[in-house]
Every structure is written in structure tokens, then in C-alpha cells.
């Protein structure tokens, strides 16, 4: 690796954005929900994607309720019972949505309000 090679990496290296967990789960979060958002913006020609977007959603969903519910979570006793019950009603919802029984804006609206938590308590 030639010398300009090294400093162009070493730069990029340090203008890289520090990512915090609070950043990454938003950006997880604000990605598959903008995926729902599309699909159910196509209708039915759509209700494929849909439903992959639905199903990565409930798989994000499952990993917060699990991380919420493990031992030495360091998140307050009433937000964690409050986060397991949106992951339960986002289970429960989603199957309704993918039995075209439910509206997804619901689900859309749930993880709007987290993403808006997450920004608001970042640091």
C-alpha cells in the first residue's frame, strides 16, 4: 500500500460517524419501516414485499423484546414491561396485517414512536 493510500484511509477512517446503539437501532428500525411504508404504498401489486418487510420487522421486534427481557438491561422496570408489550401487540398485529385483517399504519405509527424516542434520548 503506497503512502497516499495509507493516508486516505487513515483519513476516511476518522471522518467515519461514531454510531452508538441508540443510532444503529433507529437506523434499523427507520429502514424497515420505510420498506413497510413503500410496499403497502403499492397495494396489492405490493403485498409481497409487504410482507417480507413485515416479516423483518417482527424478527427486530423479537431481538428488542428479548434484549429488553434479559438479565442486566439497564432500561427502568415500567419502559421494559411497556416495550414488551408493544413487541407482543407488534407480533400480534402483524399477523393480522399479513391475514389482510389489520391496517399496517399501526405498526408504522409504533415504530415511528420509538424511532422518536430513540432520538430524543440520544446522546
Known sequence: MNALLKAKSAYSAAKAPTRTAKNLEYEVIARVTRRIVAAAQKGKPGFTELVAALTDNR?????????????????????????????EFTHQHTSKVLARKADVRLLVEINTAIMRGLRSGAS
Do not use: H, R
Request: net charge negative.
Open 59 to 87: 424478527k427486530l421486534w423479537s431481538i428488542f423484546t428479548v434484549e429488553v427481557a434479559s438479565p442486566g438491561n439497564p432500561l427502568p422496570e415500567e419502559l421494559k414491561a411497556q416495550l414488551l408489550s408493544l413487541g
